[in-house]
């Protein structure tokens, strides 16, 4: 491939060898994954009389699909009385990362503090091709149309974080904070490479097209009730 090989691999190919089919040749690859992800910390404190308390929470979540998706034929002959379709695809969505974190305290003097942390990454290498990497030119003769396609069908990220701090006192602080990251970072290649002698009588699509959607929706609250100084901060 052209991107860095993922831990995920689909491969499918033909590799020195001739091919000769009376209808079609298909060589397709195909990928899919979901990934549904809910995180949620919480944290309370009491402090009785004089005396203080502080709660602290913080919630994470890291997802992250790599993966190495390949269509392709390398050094061989493909004859067909219909079409040569050397396809590669990829369906990938994080459909639902929800991380919650959540600090209460009452005292006194009280204190809390809650963070939210939502990564999320989507690198995925697809890839569609034939090439010929010998000396004598590979013939690829089709009585149909050849394509080759690489595509990603859909590259989707929904995320939210939500955080709540609260606390209560004489003398009270509440703070509160939210990372989201979201990042689609694909390489989606289709080429015709190398030594090749082409015959088609219909059409050549060589194409290689990346959809993708992000959402990201972030939730902040922080009160601090106090008879004294209050301070609150997101």
């Not at 305290?105 to 290498?125: K, P, R, Y």
């Not at 890839?127 to 990497?133: E, H, Y």
């Not at 390489?187 to 097209?209: C, K």
């Amino acid at each position: 491939g052209t991107g860095d090989s993922g831990a995920h691999q689909t491969n499918a190919y033909i590799e020195d060898s001739s091919v000769i089919a009376s209808r079609n040749v298909n060589i397709m690859a195909s990928a899919s994954e979901r990934i549904e992800a809910d995180v949620f910390s919480g944290s309370v404190a009491i402090a009785i009389g004089i005396g203080g308390a502080m709660a602290g929470a913080g919630a994470s979540a890291v997802n992250t699909v790599n993966s190495d998706v390949q269509a392709y034929s390398r050094n061989s002959d493909l004859g067909a009385e219909g079409d040569i379709d050397v396809r590669a695809v990829s369906d990938t969505q994080i459909t639902r990362s929800d991380v919650i974190g959540v600090a209460v305290s009452g005292g006194l003097v009280s204190a809390t503090i809650a963070v939210s942390i939502n990564q999320n990454t989507i690198e995925n290498d697809v890839d569609a091709f034939i090439n010929n990497t010998g000396g004598a030119a590979s013939l690829i003769s089709a009585n149909g149309s050849l394509s080759v396609v690489a595509e990603v069908v859909a590259a989707d990220i929904t995320a939210s974080a939500e955080t709540a701090s609260v606390s209560a006192g004489w003398y009270g602080v509440s703070g509160g904070g939210i990372e989201i990251t979201n990042l689609v970072d694909n390489t989606v290649d289709a080429a015709l490479r190398g030594n090749l002698q082409v015959n088609t009588v219909g059409d050549i699509e060589i194409r290689a097209d990346e959809n993708s959607y992000l959402s990201a929706e972030a939730k902040s609250l922080t009160a601090s009730f106090s008879l004294g100084a209050a301070v609150g901060a997101s």
